[in-house]
């Protein structure tokens, strides 16, 4: 391609010589004419040759370099030059990584789980500007419905020509970005969700994070007590309403496995991502909790129990950044990671599959956590019905287990049986 930029100017060169000639052989006013009208457009033509295009300063400015799954971004690229040579026209590209090559619709995305190479896009952010003379040149472009994950913007391409396209320059200037896209936030809704009320002791059922079960004496009543707090023989007692007062609230501990070797498709993945960053924020917000994350796919990270900022922002980049592997390992290595694992806690384990491995690692964390032992799959409607067998013999071996499907998915909030 390089050895071809020549032919332009030679070409208008070969047409100025070819006039010259014309007007000392021919002589007269409309030869001399030819030559000097086309004599600026070969002054021109020089100048755009020789132009220092390459010396151009281009920057990126994002509006903002972190955002959520589904969200727009604004782009403003500014370009300037110290010298103002007249530039008829001039395209400004931005190179976008591959990894910004689809779209997240947020939860309608789920109604194609089964296809997500709709979602698959060729995203073009080329904008023609006419700077002429103009020493600073603005161009801005949007992208809109991003996808989760760390995309790398490094290069924007910019050309120009002349208006008859004997000559063209393109160059790629480089301009670093980092553009962090963290998962969706779902709104989770727990039914029937398990609650540790210590350490050591049983796991008890409850519709929300409040212990109330165990009874350690009576107050007076206080506005926003419930009804069924009330302690009927002691009011009669004492002459006035009495309710129960219960034992205070334990830290909840809450330790959650991610099976991301064996995710085929983009879409579920994403689904498992989502509903496990919305247990895990919902699960945050309640006070003195504890969360733990076991991430199994290219490489195994382990983040042991925190609840302060800094550990937090680790988690959760993490599940921005993480992609899924495509290689079956997760039974190989949750194995040697089993001593790590707490044994107090509850456990949720998320998958996107399950196999007779799977099912064979899962009793033996059964055995290890009994009821405190969760698994959540999430699968399309045609996965659930082809892997029912083995859905029931996770059930058989009194493994609690929840299916998503997305049918589940696109509603909000969403609820996960617990």
Not at 17 to 40: E, T
Not at 64 to 90: E, M, N, W
Not at 255 to 266: C, E, G, K, R, T
């Amino acid at each position: 391609m390089k050895s071809w930029r020549f032919l332009g100017p030679f070409f208008v060169l070969t047409i100025l010589i070819v006039l010259f000639s014309f007007a000392m052989f021919q002589g007269g006013f409309i030869s001399w004419f030819l030559f000097f009208s086309f004599l600026p457009l070969v002054i021109y033509q020089m100048g755009l040759l020789f132009y220092p295009f390459r010396q151009l300063d281009v920057t990126r400015t994002l509006s903002h370099s972190i955002g959520y799954a589904g969200q727009s971004i604004t782009v403003d690229i500014t370009i300037k030059r110290k010298i103002p040579f007249p530039l008829f026209y001039c395209i400004v590209e931005e190179v976008l990584p591959d990894s910004l090559q689809r779209v997240d619709t947020g939860f309608d995305k789920y109604v194609h789980i089964d296809d997500p190479d709709i979602y698959e896009v060729k995203r073009q952010t080329k904008q023609l500007l006419f700077p002429f003379f103009r020493r600073k040149i603005k161009a801005s472009y949007t992208i809109s419905q991003l996808p989760r994950g760390e995309h790398q913007l490094t290069q924007i391409r910019i050309r120009t020509g002349d208006i008859f396209g004997f000559i063209k320059k393109e160059h790629h200037f480089p301009a670093n970005d980092t553009l962090l896209v963290f998962p969706n936030k779902r709104r989770i809704r727990f039914t029937n969700t398990l609650y540790s009320l210590e350490q050591g002791q049983a796991i008890v059922q409850s519709n929300d994070f409040r212990q109330t079960n165990v009874v350690v004496g009576v107050r007076e009543y206080l506005p926003g007590d419930k009804f069924s707090w009330i302690d009927w023989k002691q009011s009669a007692k004492k002459q006035d309403i009495m309710t129960k007062e219960f034992e205070q609230e334990k830290s909840m501990e809450a330790f959650f496995i991610l099976d991301a070797s064996s995710s085929s498709q983009w879409i579920a993945f994403e689904g498992l991502i989502e509903v496990m960053y919305g247990m895990m924020d919902m699960i945050h917000k309640t006070s003195d909790s504890k969360v733990g994350l076991l991430s199994i796919g290219k490489e195994t990270s382990y983040f042991p129990f925190h609840f302060d900022v800094g550990s937090r922002e680790k988690v959760m980049k993490h599940l921005a950044m993480i992609k899924p592997d495509h290689k079956d390992t997760f039974t190989e290595q949750l194995q040697r990671q089993t001593t790590a694992l707490p044994t107090q806690s509850l456990v949720f384990v998320f998958s996107c599959s399950v196999d007779i491995r799977f099912i064979e690692s899962m009793k033996k964390l059964y055995m290890k956590h009994k009821k405190r032992l969760h698994v959540i799959l999430l699968l399309s409607k045609q996965q659930s019905f082809e892997l029912q067998d083995a859905i029931d013999m996770l059930t058989g071996h009194q493994i609690r287990l929840t299916v998503l499907t997305e049918t589940q998915l696109v509603k909000e909030p969403l609820e996960v049986r617990v």
